[in-house]
């Protein structure tokens, strides 16, 4: 998965020309979901929806804020 999201960080600066800002952020929501799935055995190419809601429900009961929540959703939809 690291391939990955250093390929997407590529992406997310040279040619959609995010903030740097925007960039770190999105970079660490990956990074803190490539933990969460590692910690659950999952494997990142084959996830489903019914994965991504675990993760959004894990999210909540850290106690993260809606908007924290809706840019990881965002990060993991552009990823």
Known sequence: MEKY???FERYLKNERKY????VT??????YNYKQYIHDKLLNFKTINKDEIREYLKHLDKEKKSKSSISRELSALRNF
């Not at 952020?25 to 990956?30: E, I, V």
């Open 5 to 7: 999201i250093k390929d």
């Open 19 to 22: 903030p740097d800002n925007t």
């Open 25 to 30: 952020s999105y970079l660490n929501d990956l």
